[in-house]
């Protein structure tokens, strides 16, 4: 009676473990600040850190920053397999948007590719999530190294300075 019972409760816990197996979800998300983050300019035009805001990277300057920022890309995680990338930050400006596009450098050769890009919308003061197309992020740029380029809009001087706090991926 008592290997019945044990065999029993064998039993069902064998096929309670197989079932939640069955259902354990392998999704996984990353978040970036900004501050990992570089300007790409000719001359660096001078973003600055707004350590009080959380590190934060504000456009200052009088003209429109190119911001790059690599993203994590490993066996376990990869950039092909993303299902939602968001860019944050605050557009400050009522005359240009801030656009976020998702590219590749090639890793055999000089160059690389882009996607279509996604913007805030002019005017469209305020907090903004982007979600740039993960189109070029595919199987055939599997070995290739992904980035994501923003554009950050000059200095407003009357709404005041676009920023870009970070970035979220998930699978």
Not at 14 to 22: E, N, Y
Request: hydrophobic share 35%.
């Amino acid at each position: 009676m008592k290997y019945s019972a044990i065999g029993s409760f064998g039993a069902a816990f064998a096929a309670t473990a197989i079932i939640l197996a069955a259902g354990t979800s392998n999704a996984a998300w990353r978040r970036a600040s900004a501050n990992g983050c570089h300007e790409y300019s000719v001359d660096q035009l001078g973003l600055y850190t707004d350590v009080l805001s959380g590190s934060s990277l504000q456009n200052v300057t009088s003209r429109t920053a190119r911001v790059n920022c690599d993203v994590e890309d490993a066996d376990t995680y990869r950039k092909q397999d993303l299902t939602a990338v968001n860019i944050h930050g605050y557009d400050a400006s009522d005359t240009a948007s801030v656009t976020a596009t998702l590219c590749v450098a090639f890793w055999s050769s000089e160059g690389g590719a882009c996607g279509t890009s996604a913007s805030s919308g002019n005017p469209n003061i305020g907090n903004y999530t982007l979600q740039p197309s993960r189109a070029v992020w595919n199987a055939t740029h599997a070995g290739d190294f992904g980035y994501i380029s923003l554009n950050v809009p000059a200095r407003d001087p009357q709404t005041g300075d676009s920023t870009f706090r970070g970035y979220f991926t998930g699978t």
